[in-house]
């Protein structure tokens, strides 16, 4: 079970029509670093890199046109802004409050999402970043050098194992290792079967179930994956609410509403209140907030 | 010790370092600086923590850009160069004397100087080749590269 043909058919059963896209490159502005008032959209304007502010975000910028890469600018190298994709930056933007918090990182490499927690934070509070691969742990720590990270704690460690950490933390993002989407992998359809995404699935409960060992009682997590497939969001947050104890609370942002009834199963109402992003405006992803049900603690 | 390491080091900039109450550890040659907020979470096996200050190999310092940030912040020796040294410099090349806008602190030759962009902020460091405060040819290369920030490209490349 593999194939365009056969993953097609799936998203049309679940509502969405196949289209290609072609995704617009977007940059984060790190705060902690932008903190002499310069205008840097004009600063990267003269460098030949047009910008347009990204509506839904409030860091986040397109890149409209440029003459220059990106990744290769003064300006990135200094740590004034970081490659995210737009998707990519809402997870922590979903958390409230944190500043002085402690939060884990869960699968926290190549660091994106970790450096903007870290500007979020104002660089107080603690971040326990964890990832299982050595090598994506230098890319991490390149990172938060480059951005001037200064609050966080590297372990490489399997997110699996994050209970081991013996720590409790107020919020934990569980950005959990996925399938990844069509619209980021030009040869997605050819290379991923359901049995890749079914065992990703799994991994996926692991991850969350441990991490939620790790949760302070009033604390939040926020799961997400730029994996469309629902075995990989909807039916992990369905088991999630059932065995973990966990309830989906309600977040503002783009997107479209979590699926509830999946290929004619009916799945809990609230997972009507995670977010779903079909590729187009960008790339395919998908987020949910937990926090303990109250009914439970 | 190893705290005397990065103050003798800053020395080298005309200013010296001091590291209060914040805790410094190590991990394989690499040397970190702690806050309250972070101390307490650092186990013996961290891969990184807090703010990394560099690595020390055989007593000589290769700092890191948050070390850089903390000797501008303390006004060590540094020069102020133009847009087009700027980059120049960001790729590996040296500073001309031409190209030196500013000039702030006691500048000896042989000695370090942060390299600073019209922004002022830090791009790196190079050794003193000739007296800069003094009457000096425009055209000589003033200002040898040590370090500059792209150096998070190069090292993406060895990965």
Same mark, same amino acid.
């Given at each position: 079970?593999?194939?365009?043909?056969?993953?097609?058919?799936?998203?049309?059963?679940?509502?969405?029509?196949?289209?290609?896209?072609?995704?617009?490159?977007?940059?984060?502005?790190?705060?902690?670093?932008?903190?002499?008032?310069?205008?840097?959209?004009?600063?990267?304007?003269?460098?030949?890199?047009?910008?347009?502010?990204?509506?839904?975000?409030?860091?986040?910028?397109?890149?409209?046109?440029?003459?220059?890469?990106?990744?290769?600018?003064?300006?990135?190298?200094?740590?004034?802004?970081?490659?995210?994709?737009?998707?990519?930056?809402?997870?922590?933007?979903?958390?409230?409050?944190?500043?002085?918090?402690?939060?884990?990182?869960?699968?926290?490499?190549?660091?994106?999402?970790?450096?903007?927690?870290?500007?979020?934070?104002?660089?107080?509070?603690?971040?326990?970043?964890?990832?299982?691969?050595?090598?994506?742990?230098?890319?991490?720590?390149?990172?938060?050098?480059?951005?001037?990270?200064?609050?966080?704690?590297?372990?490489?460690?399997?997110?699996?194992?994050?209970?081991?950490?013996?720590?409790?933390?107020?919020?934990?993002?569980?950005?959990?290792?996925?399938?990844?989407?069509?619209?980021?992998?030009?040869?997605?359809?050819?290379?991923?079967?359901?049995?890749?995404?079914?065992?990703?699935?799994?991994?996926?409960?692991?991850?969350?179930?441990?991490?939620?060992?790790?949760?302070?009682?009033?604390?939040?997590?926020?799961?997400?994956?730029?994996?469309?497939?629902?075995?990989?969001?909807?039916?992990?947050?369905?088991?999630?609410?059932?065995?973990?104890?966990?309830?989906?609370?309600?977040?503002?942002?783009?997107?479209?509403?979590?699926?509830?009834?999946?290929?004619?199963?009916?799945?809990?109402?609230?997972?009507?209140?995670?977010?779903?992003?079909?590729?187009?405006?960008?790339?395919?992803?998908?987020?949910?907030?937990?926090?303990?049900?109250?009914?439970?603690? | 010790?190893?705290?005397?390491?990065?103050?003798?080091?800053?020395?080298?900039?005309?200013?010296?370092?001091?590291?209060?109450?914040?805790?410094?550890?190590?991990?394989?040659?690499?040397?970190?600086?702690?806050?309250?907020?972070?101390?307490?979470?650092?186990?013996?096996?961290? *891969?990184?923590?807090?703010?990394?200050? +560099? &690595? =020390?190999?055989? @007593?000589?310092?290769?700092? #890191?850009?948050?070390?850089?940030?903390?000797?501008?912040?303390?006004?060590?020796?540094?020069?102020?160069?133009?847009?087009?040294?700027?980059?120049?410099?960001?790729?590996?090349?040296?500073?001309?004397?031409?190209?030196?806008?500013?000039?702030?602190?006691?500048?000896?030759?042989?000695?370090?100087?942060?390299?600073?962009?019209? *922004?002022?902020?830090?791009?790196?460091? +190079? &050794? =003193?080749?000739? @007296?800069?405060?003094?009457? #000096?040819?425009?055209?000589?290369?003033?200002?040898?590269?040590?370090?500059?920030?792209?150096?998070?490209?190069?090292?993406?490349?060895?990965?």
């Amino acid at each position: 079970m593999s194939g365009k043909d056969f993953f097609v058919s799936r998203y049309e059963q679940l509502g969405w029509k196949y289209r290609p896209v072609e995704l617009r490159q977007s940059i984060r502005f790190n705060r902690i670093n932008n903190v002499k008032g310069q205008d840097l959209v004009s600063r990267l304007l003269h460098l030949g890199l047009n910008l347009d502010k990204i509506e839904f975000l409030s860091d986040g910028y397109w890149v409209c046109d440029s003459r220059v890469s990106a990744g290769a600018t003064a300006e990135y190298l200094l740590g004034l802004y970081s490659i995210q994709e737009a998707a990519a930056q809402i997870p922590v933007s979903l958390f409230s409050d944190l500043e002085d918090k402690s939060v884990l990182d869960a699968s926290a490499a190549p660091g994106g999402k970790t450096v903007q927690l870290a500007n979020i934070m104002n660089n107080s509070g603690s971040i326990v970043a964890i990832d299982i691969s050595k090598q994506r742990l230098a890319a991490l720590s390149n990172h938060l050098e480059r951005c001037r990270v200064k609050n966080t704690i590297v372990y490489q460690l399997d997110a699996r194992n994050s209970p081991k950490l013996g720590l409790r933390f107020d919020r934990i993002l569980v950005d959990v290792p996925c399938s990844g989407n069509f619209a980021s992998d030009s040869k997605w359809f050819q290379n991923r079967t359901l049995k890749d995404i079914e065992r990703n699935a799994r991994l996926q409960r692991e991850i969350l179930m441990k991490a939620s060992e790790c949760l302070a009682d009033d604390g939040e997590i926020v799961y997400s994956t730029c994996s469309l497939e629902p075995e990989e969001n909807e039916l992990n947050i369905d088991w999630a609410i059932r065995r973990l104890g966990l309830e989906i609370v309600k977040i503002d942002c783009v997107g479209v509403s979590g699926l509830t009834v999946v290929f004619g199963k009916e799945l809990d109402s609230s997972i009507a209140r995670c977010r779903r992003f079909w590729p187009g405006l960008t790339q395919g992803f998908f987020v949910c907030k937990f926090v303990r049900n109250s009914h439970e603690s | 010790m190893k705290v005397e390491v990065f103050e003798n080091f800053s020395l080298k900039f005309g200013v010296k370092l001091t590291f209060g109450g914040e805790m410094l550890v190590q991990r394989d040659g690499r040397f970190f600086l702690l806050n309250s907020n972070v101390n307490f979470l650092v186990r013996d096996d961290f *891969f990184y923590a807090g703010i990394y200050l +560099g &690595k =020390v190999i055989d @007593g000589k310092v290769f700092p #890191s850009f948050n070390l850089l940030d903390m000797l501008v912040k303390c006004e060590a020796n540094r020069v102020v160069i133009g847009r087009k040294a700027s980059w120049l410099f960001i790729c590996g090349r040296d500073v001309f004397r031409k190209s030196i806008l500013r000039i702030y602190g006691d500048v000896c030759r042989s000695e370090y100087v942060l390299v600073l962009n019209e *922004f002022g902020e830090c791009l790196g460091f +190079g &050794k =003193v080749l000739v @007296g800069l405060s003094e009457y #000096s040819d425009k055209n000589v290369v003033a200002v040898a590269n040590v370090l500059d920030v792209g150096d998070f490209l190069r090292r993406e490349r060895v990965v």
